[in-house]
């Protein structure tokens, strides 16, 4: 038997496992704020909205499902069902993706990665770059204090995406908030009401299914391609607009698109004169109805 000496020699070495640090609350809340003043995030108010709620929520400790997240920033009432309204759904889509883009171009070189892993609603802190093959949602990732409480909130809501579809052999469609091109905010109230009048006035269309004005509605504050509309709600065909008020004069451009390439396939404009706006809303939405082809696109 070999001496202690010996023995020590033979012995392999011991070395420290290295144990990296999550971001402090400080970098976080930094990086945090040099995410929501970024050009990618500039005319996204909503979405810096939901990401300083997420963000500061995940640093004090909170646990916020979607049903939380849709009463304390959307307004919902307390029998919101995610099940049935996807405003969370669509809005945490949207979010992800403008996140990517934002480390993707501008946010590069960043030193703190904040990000929202698929189906899941806390955000994950972590050092280093982003790399979109990472996904931040493996083991690499370091989530918030909060993160699997959201994560169980979240799943008992029942936040899997699902497939919006129609009954058979009819369409559906969604109209999004048409966009208000004057230069007077208090026509949104106007644009708000047409597009309602519009939606309404197609559930009377026989072969015709529209999404509820509450899910399409979530698109209201910010520009978005037809495509990802479409994504986000689960419909083939999308009708949009424009409203221009000019001396008492209204005049509404419409167009049906397909969502599955954001092909334009109808475009039509519309005049009324502004008597009143509930009736040109009324007599603007009917000629709208009586005038868009559906026959032949999506199912």
Not at 109 to 135: C, E, H, L, M, W
Not at 167 to 190: E, H, K, M, Y
Not at 249 to 268: K, N
Request: glycine content about 8%; hydrophobic content about 35%.
């Amino acid at each position: 038997m070999g001496s202690t000496a010996e023995v020590l020699q033979l012995a392999p070495p011991v070395t420290a496992e290295v144990i990296e640090l999550p971001p402090s609350p400080e970098r976080v809340r930094e990086q945090l704020q040099r995410i929501i003043r970024s050009k990618t995030f500039q005319r996204a108010k909503r979405l810096r909205s939901l990401l300083e709620y997420v963000v500061c929520g995940a640093l004090q400790g909170q646990m916020n499902c979607q049903a939380k997240t849709a009463r304390d920033l959307f307004g919902k009432s307390e029998d919101f069902d995610p099940s049935l309204d996807p405003v969370i759904r669509v809005q945490f889509g949207r979010l992800r993706r403008t996140l990517t883009n934002y480390y993707a171009r501008e946010g590069r070189t960043d030193a703190v990665v904040i990000d929202i892993p698929k189906r899941r609603y806390a955000p994950v802190f972590r050092n280093g770059r982003y790399s979109p093959a990472d996904g931040l949602s493996n083991a690499d990732g370091l989530a918030a204090s909060s993160g699997q409480n959201g994560l169980d909130c979240a799943l008992a809501a029942g936040q899997e995406k699902r497939d919006i579809s129609g009954s058979a052999g009819r369409r559906v469609i969604a109209v999004l908030p048409f966009t208000n091109l004057t230069s007077d905010p208090a026509q949104d109230a106007f644009c708000h009401g047409l597009t309602e009048e519009i939606a309404h006035g197609l559930t009377s269309v026989e072969s015709v299914d529209v999404m509820a004005s509450s899910s399409a509605m979530q698109f209201r504050d910010e520009p978005v391609d037809v495509r990802e509309a479409g994504r986000e709600l689960g419909v083939p065909l999308i009708l949009e607009g424009s409203v221009r008020i000019e001396e008492g004069h209204t005049r509404v451009i419409a167009q049906l698109a397909r969502a599955e390439d954001g092909v334009a396939v109808w475009s039509d404009s519309f005049e009324d004169e502004m008597n009143g706006s509930l009736n040109t809303q009324k007599s603007i939405a009917q000629k709208v109805k009586t005038n868009l082809p559906l026959n032949g696109y999506g199912a």
